[in-house]
């Protein structure tokens, strides 16, 4: 039962254009969500989060909009970079309890020089 | 100086064969964290322990058995290995265990069963 979802296995963008990387949830109790970043051989390292009681947060060059409505969130990467190429997860946390994080199955973005 | 190290960081083994991973934060975080990355790529989480306790086990097989000498520490040991043991595994840490700030993972192990 796939509670966070990344329908896109992969994205291609030219360096300078903007990324957009979309997640959608199931379920209604999670409170927390956080992108991660991850690099081949390498564990997924922490980027950006946003609480359910935020629509939008936003750090440097990225920035993570939260529509709950619509169970559904973006993390959009202005300019991208080709050092942004690597998978992005999506995760979510459940507000009740030590649950740990749920994660969905990555993006795979490459910025194109 | 690495955060979360993992050892090793390749693992091939035949079945039938029992093996550990080994796990270390230098983070002083309290909550550990065993997580699976399979073929079909989700992280699925197997396991979290909160200074030296479980709290988390999800559905594993019992042939999983993670041990924790300390809050430092969350090994994983697996019996009689399947090919379908075959995956990436990673270890995690945080502070607290709802992680709002984020876990900080290792450089997983990559386990071939053959």
């Known amino acids: 039962d796939q509670q966070v979802k990344q329908n896109s296995p992969s994205l291609s963008v030219q360096e300078g254009r903007i990324s957009i990387l979309n997640c959608d949830y199931t379920?209604?109790?999670?409170?927390?969500f956080l992108w991660y970043k991850k690099y081949p051989a390498e564990g997924p390292t922490f980027l950006i989060s946003?609480?359910?009681?935020?629509d939008k947060n936003e750090d440097g060059r990225f920035t993570v909009f939260l529509n709950k409505s619509a169970k559904h969130l973006s993390l959009h990467i202005v300019p991208s970079q080709p050092g942004d190429s690597a998978v992005y997860f999506c995760?979510?946390?459940?507000?009740?309890?030590?649950?740990?994080?749920?994660f969905g199955k990555g993006t795979r973005l490459s910025v194109i020089a | 100086d690495t955060a979360v190290s993992q050892t090793p960081k390749y693992l091939v083994t035949q079945m039938g064969n029992d093996k550990s991973i080994k796990c270390e934060q230098n983070?002083?975080?309290?909550?550990m964290y065993w997580y699976k990355q399979d073929s079909k790529k989700f992280l699925k989480i197997m396991f979290s322990?909160?200074?030296?306790?479980?709290?988390i086990n999800e559905t594993v097989p019992n042939r999983f058995s993670p041990k924790s000498p300390d809050k430092a520490h969350l090994n994983l040991h697996i019996n009689s290995l399947e090919l379908g043991d075959s995956a990436v595994y990673f270890c995690?840490?945080?502070?607290?265990?709802?992680?709002?700030?984020?876990?900080?993972f290792g450089s997983g192990t990559r386990l071939t069963v053959v």
């Open positions: 379920n209604s109790m999670f409170d927390y």
């Open positions: 995690a840490s945080s502070q607290g265990g709802r992680g709002s700030e984020g876990y900080t």
């Open positions: 946003i609480s359910s009681i935020k």
């Open positions: 322990y909160n200074n030296k306790e479980l709290i």
């Open positions: 995760a979510a946390r459940l507000w009740t309890g030590n649950t740990p994080l749920v």
């Open positions: 983070l002083g975080h309290d909550t």
